[in-house]
């Protein structure tokens, strides 16, 4: 099985930058795509961006597009989340997630980590 644990969450105020990280462990080599959703209280959860293993390809949400940036590391086992120009509707707790070989859907998930931006 695969774990996923964020970090790098934090308290910060409008324009500062953050970055996350999500530390995948386990049978990393079934990852094909590793992304990041939020939930802000009182809403649904929603995506944020996401990497694939293969092509590198980069996915982003309208809301975040030139302002956050995904990455990850040569083994894919570790996700970045760079998070520039934060706005108080940034706030929110950040899930790392991931899907598996054979699966087209995010069926792993971190416990998430809490990012608020204060005005």
């Known amino acids: 099985q695969v774990q996923l644990k964020e970090s790098g969450g934090g308290l910060v105020q409008a324009g500062d930058s953050l970055r996350l990280s999500c530390v995948a462990s386990?049978?990393?080599?079934?990852?094909?795509?590793l992304g990041w959703f939020r939930q802000a209280p009182g809403k649904d959860r929603e995506f944020v961006a996401a990497?694939?293993?293969?092509?590198?390809?980069?996915q982003y949400a309208d809301s975040v597009r030139g302002r956050f940036a995904i990455s990850k590391d040569k083994t894919m086992n570790t996700v970045f989340l760079q998070m520039t120009n934060l706005r108080p509707e940034d706030t929110a707790v950040y899930y790392c997630?991931?899907?598996?070989?054979?699966?087209?859907?995010?069926?792993?998930w971190g416990q998430g980590t809490q990012v608020s931006v204060s005005s």
């Open positions: 990497i694939t293993r293969s092509t590198v390809n980069t």
């Open positions: 997630a991931a899907k598996i070989r054979g699966s087209g859907d995010y069926g792993l």
């Open positions: 386990g049978r990393t080599g079934i990852i094909t795509v």
